[in-house]
Structures are given as structure tokens and as C-alpha cells.
């Protein structure tokens, strides 16, 4: 997926776009006590920085227990506009006791056609590193797109992953 198709787009829309990001973040923060604060900024920073370059295409942080998703938020990068919605709206009450956090990334194709070394130097610029692996399985849930936030011609259209009542 590009989306570097529009030269209107800055490092002033990703940050637009990860502070809504960040925002969701902070509500799962606060009902279910991670990610951290710390993690949280590193998140944003990693999400603003693959955005200007064109290199994220998808990105989810969430829950998973017995490497089955519980919650989840999942943000897939696309060309996008109009108005944004605002943050927030996810679920509160999932039971989370036992399980762990998660965050992981893919990578756009504007990315995988870097180089080796090219695709280093980009995440050598990133706020951590990341270990390649897959992402958790989807157990007994389902997705919803909820939100979409945009700027810049480029939308981060979120799905929320729910366990099955």
C-alpha cells in the first residue's frame, strides 16, 4: 500500500493522526493500566515517523491471552480525507486479567521496497526496535470499523477487535 501519492501531506498531518492514535492509547491506559505513559509517547513517535516516510501500513495494539486476541485496536493506513473522527469510544469492559499487551506493525510496500540497509537506517531512527513475528491469532472475536481519522489526503481507519460475548 503508497500512499505518498499527494506532496500536501506532512510530519504536521501524521502527528494530527497519531494524537488521535495516542488519545485511544491513553483510554486503554486508564481502563485496563497499559500500555505505559512512556509506551504510549514511543508509540506516537513510531507511528508519526513511519507515516511521513510512507512506511506503515497497518499497526495494532491490544490484549491477547493464550495468543488469542481479547481487545484490540488496529489502525490500517489509507489515502482518506474529509473530516476526522475524534478519538475515544473503546471497549471498557473487556476482561483482561491474565493477559498481556501487545503492539505490532506492518510495514507498508513503499517499505519493503527499500533496501536492507535502507530499511535499517529507518528503523534505527525509530523511538525502539521491534522483533519480527506474527501477530496474535483471532480467537473467538470479531472487528468493527469504528473510526477513521485523517489529514493530509491520508486516513488511519480503526477496527476494534471485541471477544465474543
Same mark, same amino acid.
Do not use: C, N
Given at each position: 500500500?503508497?500512499?505518498? #501519492?499527494?506532496?500536501? #501531506?506532512?510530519?504536521?498531518?501524521? /502527528?494530527?493522526?497519531?494524537?488521535?492514535?495516542?488519545? *485511544?492509547?491513553?483510554?486503554?491506559?486508564?481502563?485496563?493500566? /497499559?500500555?505505559?505513559?512512556?509506551?504510549? *509517547?514511543?508509540?506516537?513517535?513510531?507511528?508519526?515517523?513511519?507515516?511521513?516516510?510512507?512506511?506503515? +501500513?497497518?499497526?495494532?495494539?491490544?490484549?491477547?491471552?493464550?495468543? *488469542?486476541?481479547?481487545?484490540?485496536?488496529?489502525?490500517?493506513?489509507?489515502?482518506?480525507?474529509?473530516?476526522?473522527?475524534?478519538?475515544?469510544?473503546?471497549?471498557?469492559?473487556?476482561?483482561?486479567?491474565?493477559?498481556? #499487551?501487545?503492539?505490532?506493525?506492518? +510495514?507498508?510496500? *513503499?517499505?519493503?521496497?527499500?533496501?536492507?540497509?535502507?530499511?535499517?537506517?529507518?528503523?534505527?531512527?525509530?523511538?525502539?526496535? /521491534?522483533?519480527?513475528?506474527?501477530?496474535?491469532?483471532?480467537?473467538?472475536? +470479531?472487528?468493527?470499523?469504528?473510526?477513521? +481519522?485523517?489529514?493530509?489526503?491520508?486516513?488511519?481507519?480503526?477496527?476494534?477487535?471485541?471477544?465474543?460475548?
Amino acid at each position: 500500500m503508497s500512499y505518498s #501519492f499527494t506532496t500536501t #501531506f506532512t510530519r504536521t498531518h501524521a /502527528r494530527e493522526i497519531a494524537s488521535r492514535v495516542a488519545a *485511544d492509547l491513553r483510554l486503554m491506559h486508564r481502563y485496563y493500566g /497499559r500500555p505505559s505513559l512512556t509506551e504510549i *509517547d514511543e508509540y506516537e513517535t513510531e507511528f508519526v515517523e513511519l507515516l511521513v516516510g510512507g512506511y506503515l +501500513y497497518r499497526a495494532e495494539y491490544g490484549f491477547k491471552h493464550s495468543g *488469542d486476541r481479547l481487545v484490540s485496536l488496529r489502525y490500517t493506513v489509507r489515502p482518506g480525507s474529509g473530516d476526522p473522527d475524534r478519538a475515544g469510544k473503546i471497549p471498557a469492559t473487556a476482561d483482561v486479567s491474565g493477559a498481556s #499487551f501487545f503492539s505490532y506493525v506492518e +510495514y507498508s510496500s *513503499d517499505f519493503q521496497a527499500l533496501s536492507y540497509a535502507e530499511q535499517q537506517a529507518v528503523k534505527q531512527g525509530l523511538p525502539f526496535q /521491534r522483533t519480527p513475528g506474527p501477530g496474535p491469532g483471532s480467537g473467538s472475536g +470479531y472487528w468493527t470499523t469504528d473510526h477513521s +481519522y485523517s489529514a493530509g489526503g491520508v486516513a488511519a481507519s480503526r477496527e476494534t477487535f471485541k471477544t465474543a460475548a
